[in-house]
């Protein structure tokens, strides 16, 4: 089976529901702590084994591509006044060269547009796809698991997560398989996807 080296990152959405502080950054470089939302995403994807990340951008994001580059005039500033520990927390985060790549999103037309975007880069191998806007901690990192349950299982792995009844109609909603026994890996099988059904008629109360 062929091992899952490569993630895609959609960061292209437009954050209405960050405004008015997205208005001006993007909403996955809003800061949790010291760092932007995104750095999460990237740590927990190098964490789990993948080695390049695709991020699909959209207009008005370059903000994004900076911030995994070089800024040279910021580090040897920073090098210059003796900040050696910030500089070394910068080098840390930034990725090593031809660890990530960057397409455009022309028009928003979904995310499954935005991750048909990367095709070109991603070929014919498995990819994982990781949202930004969804911070989730754990030890080990949630896309360890899913790429382990991959690895025994085969097929697709989406992660949910069980959500009030009355949230049904904000998220999609998976038909368990079998009524829901899970495997001894916390795993269990899904029939289809309900896109924002109401909560009477939604077929479980797990939400990807």
């Given at each position: 089976m062929t091992r899952v080296r490569t993630a895609v990152l959609p960061v292209a959405g437009l954050g209405t529901r960050f405004l008015p502080a997205s208005k001006a950054t993007p909403?996955?470089?809003?800061?949790?702590?010291?760092?932007?939302?995104?750095q999460y995403a990237v740590d927990e994807a190098f964490a789990a084994g993948i080695e390049s990340i695709v991020f699909v951008t959209g207009r008005g994001q370059d903000a994004i591509v900076d911030y995994?580059?070089?800024?040279?005039?910021l580090e040897t500033t920073l090098r210059e006044r003796g900040k050696h520990q910030l500089l070394a927390s910068l080098e840390e985060l930034r990725p090593s060269d031809g660890q990530v790549a960057f397409v455009r999103q022309i028009e928003p037309l979904g995310l499954g547009h935005a991750?048909?975007?990367a095709r070109e880069i991603v070929g014919d191998e498995p990819f994982a796809v990781l949202l930004p806007d969804e911070l989730i901690l754990g030890d080990p990192p949630s896309l360890a698991e899913m790429i382990a349950v991959r690895d025994r299982h085969g097929g697709s792995v989406i992660l949910v997560d069980e959500v009030e009844p009355e949230d049904t109609d904000r998220y999609g909603i998976v038909r368990p398989d079998?009524?829901?026994?899970?495997?001894a890996d916390g795993s269990i099988g899904v029939t289809s996807v309900?896109?924002?059904?109401?909560?009477?008629?939604?077929p479980s109360r797990l939400a990807i």
């Open positions: 909403k996955v470089l809003l800061p949790i702590l010291d760092r932007p939302l995104v995994f580059d070089l800024n040279l005039e991750v048909w975007c079998g009524g829901g026994e899970g495997a309900v896109e924002k059904p109401p909560p009477s008629e939604a």
